[in-house]
């Protein structure tokens, strides 16, 4: 099972979107709603931020949301702020009982 | 108050065995749906799953490590304990235990903070 690929970096200036992309196959993201996406900032544990594809937990800002169409999943931030300055992976359920992230994305707020 | 904590080893030398011990509070893995997965994470580099068990012991293990891995759970000491054999210097990373709650599959809402484990060359 291969890592989902994402863009190594996406920038924005504060109060921008920025749109982040989670490419996999059939067998993974297109084929199950089991797609997660981590915010993970330097030196920290990750953090749930959107589960089920496109679900928020409690306490996360309606401003991050996520979203698929066929093989790729996408996290957006909206009203870019300092503090989403961070890593952010992807997830997906991969059948057969397994689960595999993605590559990882460094997000710079300008 | 959900909480997680890894221990284990921090330095394990090249073919020795790993034993990591997740020690969690604030829910138990008798309760159904619930799960506790490892994901591990190398200097500079992506995070990895590792391995996740359930409240009823099914037990989901990562293909290319699966040889290697052994996951189990202690409900009574509120423990899950992950064996990884073999070790190696590309296993140098920071392992993480991580709650994955009911009805949510495959998505882990809390997580420890991190135990870095070496591997020396």
């Known amino acids: 099972q291969s890592a989902l690929t994402q863009p190594p970096s996406a920038s924005g200036s504060p109060g921008q979107s920025v749109t982040i992309s989670c490419t996999g196959t059939s067998s993974d993201v297109g084929g199950y709603n089991y797609v997660s996406w981590y915010q993970q900032h330097p030196g920290k544990a990750p953090k749930l931020m959107i589960y089920e594809v496109s679900k928020r937990p409690s306490g996360v800002p309606d401003r991050f949301s996520g979203s698929k169409s066929g093989n790729t999943a996408s996290l957006t931030v909206s009203g870019l702020q300092a503090e989403d300055e961070a890593d952010y992976y992807c997830t997906s359920y991969g059948g057969s009982n397994i689960y595999v992230f993605g590559t990882g994305t460094k997000v710079t707020v300008l | 108050q959900i909480t997680l904590k890894e221990s284990g080893p921090t330095l394990v030398k090249p073919t020795q065995t790993l034993t990591l011990t997740c020690t969690f509070s604030g829910f138990s893995l008798t309760t159904s749906g619930v799960g506790v997965g490892w994901i591990r994470q190398p200097p500079g580099k992506a995070l990895e799953w590792l391995a996740l068990?359930?409240?009823?012991?099914?037990?989901r293990y990562s293909p290319s490590l699966k040889s290697r891995l052994t996951i189990t759970k202690d409900t009574s000491k509120n423990q899950v304990v992950l064996k990884m054999t073999n070790m190696d210097t590309v296993d140098t990373a920071t392992y993480y235990c991580?709650?994955?709650?009911?009805?949510?599959?495959?998505?882990?809402?809390?997580w420890g903070q991190g135990t870095l484990v070496t591997v020396p060359s």
């Open positions: 991580a709650h994955e709650p009911t009805m949510i599959q495959g998505a882990f809402d809390y």
């Open positions: 068990i359930y409240w009823d012991n099914d037990k």
